[in-house]
């Protein structure tokens, strides 16, 4: 069993686990939030962009186990668990790096594949029992916005070339007259909505990497104690 300044690098890293542990928790809930609110309102991006609440619940699970795993390294005093523990956090690590600089690469081409979606959408704006009529009439609603560029987009691309009433600043309204209408486009409004919050898991992604490499430092200082005290042994 280790000693001294050892036993408490131990509690330590038992209780970053712990708190990883309920993080990893916390972003599979965040991830089952995003991918309800797409699935049931904004359908129209189609499932290929489910992808990034998908991202969400395996990283979450992933962190999860890892967090399992550490309590469990640490507390045994394992010293394969803990190092094991502090390879694949530091995996983690480097993949959260690739997946920020990707997602920073591919950033214009998401951009334009959710326009396509939403343009070829509206081409079905007609049934009025249509989840594409929910979707749109939610997230109009939702984001004060009228069409993918401006309301305009109706009379080019919707079936009867009409403005839907979910565009009127109130309800009912003459959609013919564009003062009562919003005027923002709902891409931009999306993508606005989309930079706000990556600005805070940004944030909280930066603040993770720093305690996850101060993990793997205090997972590897524990398992070389481990080591040497298997060899005194």
């Known amino acids: 069993m280790v000693e001294g300044g050892m036993k408490c690098v131990k509690y330590l890293l038992f209780a970053f686990n712990f708190l990883f542990f309920l993080a990893g928790i916390g972003v599979i809930v965040v991830g089952s939030i995003v991918e309800t609110k797409f699935r049931e309102d904004y359908d129209f991006f189609g499932t290929k962009f489910n992808a990034v609440s998908i991202f969400l619940i395996v990283v979450g699970s992933i962190i999860f186990l890892l967090g399992f795993f550490g309590c469990c390294g640490a507390w ?3 010293y394969c668990m803990t190092m094991t ?13 690739a997946g920020g ?12 594949e959710a326009k396509d979606a939403m343009l070829k959408t509206m081409g079905n704006y007609e049934n009025s029992k249509s989840k594409v009529v929910r979707t749109w009439d939610v997230a109009q609603g939702d984001f004060k916005c009228c069409g993918v560029d401006n309301y305009t987009d109706w009379t080019v691309h919707s079936p009867n070339k009409t ?3 979910s565009c ?5 309204c003459d959609t013919t007259d564009d ?3 919003y005027q923002k486009g709902c891409l931009n409004s999306f993508i606005d909505w989309a930079k706000s919050k990556i600005l805070i898991i940004g944030g909280a992604g930066i603040g993770l990497a720093f305690v996850q490499i101060l993990g793997v430092i205090l997972a590897c200082c524990l398992a070389r104690t481990i080591k040497k005290e298997y060899e005194v042994v």
């Open 76 to 78: 045994k005093e394992n």
């Open 85 to 97: 523990f502090a390879v694949l956090l530091l995996l983690i690590f480097v993949l959260e790096i």
């Open 101 to 112: 600089i990707a997602g920073f690469v591919f950033r214009k081409q998401i951009e334009d």
């Open 163 to 165: 403005i839907p009433q």
């Open 168 to 172: 009127c600043k109130e309800h009912p």
């Open 179 to 181: 003062t009562k209408l």
